[in-house]
């Protein structure tokens, strides 16, 4: 019998190893799939917020664009300003949505400058630096959100 009960304890002992062996791997693999399913979400979620900033910054430009020109005493372009501020509060709408409250308040204050900017009648020579103050509050802010708190360069 003591070679009966030396190969039946072998035998559980490399059934026991084998099931260990399998649990571990499989713990390990669920840990792998749940690292890389929340690097894929984060991966999504500053795409997301890319695409909003982006939009962001474009529709910004259109109503800087028709500033510029009328400071300058050049014709308006032939989109109605309306449309721009439209474009442009509907864009800081998108930003809200999926950025942080930081990031939106930025666009907000930098949208609210740009908006009173077209709203007064006259081109203001010598503008204060409300409109260049808010647009680098903004970037900063649109920066930290994509980079999610790495270092930067100061350039």
Avoid at 15 to 30: D, K, P, S
Avoid at 62 to 80: H, M, T, W, Y
């Amino acid at each position: 019998m003591n070679g009966v009960t030396g190969s039946t304890v072998l035998a559980l002992v490399g059934v026991l190893l084998g099931t260990a062996g399998t649990l571990l791997g499989q713990h390990l693999a669920a840990r792998v799939e749940i690292r890389r399913d929340q690097q894929q979400r984060a991966d999504a979620e500053r795409a997301e917020r890319k695409e909003a900033i982006l939009g962001f910054l474009a529709a910004a430009q259109s109503a800087e664009l028709i500033l510029d020109r009328r400071d300058r005493g050049l014709p308006a372009p032939e989109d109605p300003e309306d449309e721009k501020l439209h474009d442009l509060w509907l864009a800081k709408k998108a930003v809200e949505l999926v950025c942080s409250h930081e990031t939106a308040q930025a666009a907000h204050d930098y949208t609210d400058a740009l908006h009173k900017h077209m709203r007064s009648s006259s081109p203001q020579s010598g503008r204060p630096p409300a409109k260049r103050e808010r647009r680098y509050a903004f970037m900063e802010a649109a920066r930290d959100a994509l980079e999610g708190g790495r270092p930067r360069l100061r350039r």
